[in-house]
């Protein structure tokens, strides 16, 4: 494990995003287009969950987001953040949040 600086972790954005749609990316299996609500504004993130979630599973959660990664074309499709998730053999779970949060919420 690579021990970061306080100064490091605060450069990260991480927010509360509501995910508002769900589509299948048609060259991957294993990869989702969501549709995420961020606060200020709405995204396209692309996800590799699609074996674990189905979509209405994902449909309207609120989820935990990285922001301010730099955008990375996957498959095709520009990824305009990072879902936070835990994978534990094969049980994959995204990280939540316990209380409604307003989409856009930071989060330290």
Partial sequence: ???????EFKK??????????????????????LT???GDETRKI?????????K??????LIIILANLQPRTI???ESHGMLLAGLDGSTLGVL???RDLKP?????
Avoid at 1 to 7: A, G, K, L, R
Avoid at 104 to 108: A, D, L, V
């Fill in 104 to 108: 856009g919420t930071k989060i330290s």
């Fill in 1 to 7: 494990m690579e021990i970061i600086s306080f100064d």
């Fill in 96 to 98: 939540t949040i316990d």
């Fill in 36 to 38: 995420v609500d961020t």
């Fill in 75 to 77: 498959r095709g499709v």
């Fill in 12 to 33: 990260m954005d991480i927010r509360v995003g509501k995910i508002m749609d769900v589509q299948e990316h048609p060259d991957a299996d294993r990869l989702y287009i």
């Fill in 56 to 61: 209405e599973e994902l449909t309207g959660k």
């Fill in 46 to 54: 692309v996800a590799g969950i699609r074996p674990y979630y189905k």
